[in-house]
């Protein structure tokens, strides 16, 4: 049907996301010695615009997500919504910033062959194994699940069944939760992201959603970006949602967030570590900046809050 035709092209688009990051850091733009064991090879050279972009989307999440993590004091639990072949929970075990449970959700497809790559490389095998205490560690085809790292097969509109099974393996709605969607929502309609982003609000009282996407796609910019998408059977339902920071913010700020802020990635990237900026900045000459510009003109971080414990959440900024 259209619909797993539409499905199958937005499954794809977590090679996509990864094959980019496996090029730029193949160039040194960021260090990420496990993505290798998702995307075995470099791949084609992409512009150092491309690059660059990357570079800002991933230092950006990263830098909101360790902050969240040092306030906590890592007590609390992660949960990558649509994390496709993401690397994080293996950074954090490396740099010591683990938290008490790491979650993934995808769709069933995407976590299956996550968990191929998982058993059958032991660099990705071997934390998931020492941070474990008991010997019996769940694994079907669809799931696996340990002490500290859980990897879920479900739809993400389809927010009952998520929930069930987030519970079934031991989500903890008590302890502060970070929420992370990393190009995802824009896939789903507006009504499904903001279910999405209500359910979290009414699961967790002390939380933070960190929602990276595309934004002012009114403009011819971004109608651009949107025909490249649609030519590869993309549906951008949620393209609507889109529109603006403050489209972004609202989301969040009428389902049940206390604090909302947005930011687009030229803010960003001007805000972000300038030593290590002037360092990416020298690894591949940039012919256009004008593009770059556009480019990170029509990407932004959302970020919202809610905080009962009183950590100081909303506080956490660039
Ligand atoms: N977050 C990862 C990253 O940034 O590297 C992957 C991004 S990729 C562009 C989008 C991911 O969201 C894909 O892995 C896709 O399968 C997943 N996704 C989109 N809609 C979904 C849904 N309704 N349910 C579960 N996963 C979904």
Redo the contacts with the bound molecule.
């Keep these: 049907t259209d619909t797993d035709t539409a499905d199958e092209a937005?499954?794809a688009?977590?090679d996509?996301?990864?094959v980019c990051?496996r090029f730029a850091t193949s160039k040194s733009y960021w260090k990420d010695p496990y993505i290798q064991y998702f995307v075995r090879s470099v791949g084609e050279r992409k512009a150092p615009e491309i690059n660059r972009g990357y570079y800002a989307r991933v230092q950006g999440v990263k830098y909101l997500l360790d902050a969240f993590i040092k306030k906590t004091e890592c007590d609390c639990q992660i949960i990558?919504?649509?994390?496709?072949?993401?690397t994080t929970f293996w950074r954090l075990k490396d740099e010591k910033l683990m938290p008490r449970k790491f979650f993934e959700?995808?769709?069933p497809t995407?976590v299956a062959r996550k968990i191929h790559y998982i058993k059958t490389k032991s660099p990705l095998s071997k934390p998931i194994i020492e941070t474990h205490s008991t010997d019996a560690l769940l694994l079907d085809g669809q799931s696996l699940d340990s002490d500290r790292y859980c990897i879920i097969g479900?739809?993400?509109?389809d927010i009952s069944n998520m929930d069930e099974k987030l519970k079934k393996f031991q989500l903890d709605p008590e302890l502060p939760t970070l929420l992370l969607?990393?190009?995802?929502m824009v896939?789903?309609t507006p009504l499904q992201s903001s279910n999405l982003a209500h359910w979290a609000a009414e699961t967790f009282h002390t939380a933070m959603f960190i929602n990276y996407e595309q934004v002012n796609m009114g403009d011819r910019f971004g109608q651009v970006m949107i025909e490249n998408l649609q030519r590869r059977q993309c549906t951008l339902a949620g393209v609507e949602s889109c529109q603006s920071l403050d489209s972004q913010k609202e989301r969040f700020l009428r389902t049940g967030w206390e604090h909302a802020d947005a930011l687009d990635m030229i803010t960003v990237y001007s805000m972000l570590p300038q030593d290590d900026v002037a360092r990416i900045e020298s690894l591949e000459f940039l012919d256009e900046r004008e593009l770059l510009q556009q480019l990170l003109q029509h990407y932004s971080i959302c970020w919202a809050t809610k905080d009962k414990l009183n950590l100081g959440l909303s506080q956490l900024t660039f």
């Design positions: 937005v499954r688009t977590c996509d996301a990864s990051k990558n919504l649509g994390a496709g072949l993401d959700v995808d769709f995407v479900a739809d993400l509109r969607s990393e190009c995802v896939y789903m």
